[in-house]
Structure formats: structure tokens, C-alpha cells
């Protein structure tokens, strides 16, 4: 038997005897499951600011092509910091993009303290 839980995914048992209904603790696990990945995708869209548009690029080469006048930084997309070329961080955290630093300031992001 098949049944959807709150979150719109369907959860099948088969055991032994036959086809058996999830347990409150396998829709717990479902919900919270997507409620997570709702949370993480979340992070991100706050980071790109609804209020300024934001372009991100996967390299530097891009950025540099969308904003020449302007300097490129790496932007740590969840929480909305950025870092300067020849810092630790820069292009090194997961998830980031390069970004134009004018663009970043007007997305409400930040610069690095580091």
C-alpha cells in the first residue's frame, strides 16, 4: 500500500508478509528530511537577496567579464560573506560563487573580517 505523507512523498514497506503502512516515526524521518533540505536551499536564496539581483559566476574569468571595472570577490553563498582575492577563503568555501563586490554590497552581503 502506498501513502503520501504531509511533505508529498510517497513511502512504500514491503516486508515479509506483504506491503506494510509507514510508521509515524518513517513520516517523522521523511518530513524532517525534506524540511532540511527546505532550510539549506533556503540559506541560499537569503544570500542572493531578493531586494538587488546578484550574478554569480564559477569562475573568475566571468565575473571579472561581467563587472571589468569592478572587483571580483568570492561570495560564501549560505551565509552572505565574502572574501578578497589572496585571502584563505577565497574560492574555497562549498557552496560559493565569484561575484562582483558592488553587486554583493547592494545583495546586503558583507566582507570578510579575515
Not at 533540505?37 to 546578484?54: C, D, E, I, K, Q
Request: hydrophobic share 40%; aromatic share 8%; with cysteine.
Amino acid at each position: 500500500m502506498a501513502t503520501t505523507t504531509t511533505a508529498g512523498t510517497t513511502v512504500i514497506a514491503i516486508t515479509a508478509i506483504g506491503i506494510a503502512r509507514p510508521s509515524a516515526e518513517d513520516k517523522l524521518r521523511a518530513i524532517v528530511g525534506t524540511l532540511v533540505g527546505l532550510v539549506a536551499f533556503a540559506g541560499t536564496a537569503l544570500a542572493l537577496s531578493p531586494n538587488a539581483p546578484l550574478s554569480a559566476f564559477p569562475s573568475e574569468a566571468e565575473a571579472q567579464q561581467h563587472c571589468p571595472r569592478d572587483t571580483v570577490v568570492w561570495l560564501n553563498l549560505p551565509t552572505g560573506i565574502y572574501h578578497y582575492k589572496g585571502r584563505r577563503w577565497y574560492g574555497n568555501t562549498i557552496p560559493g560563487a565569484f561575484v562582483c563586490r558592488s553587486e554583493a554590497d547592494q545583495a546586503g552581503d558583507r566582507a570578510s573580517s579575515q
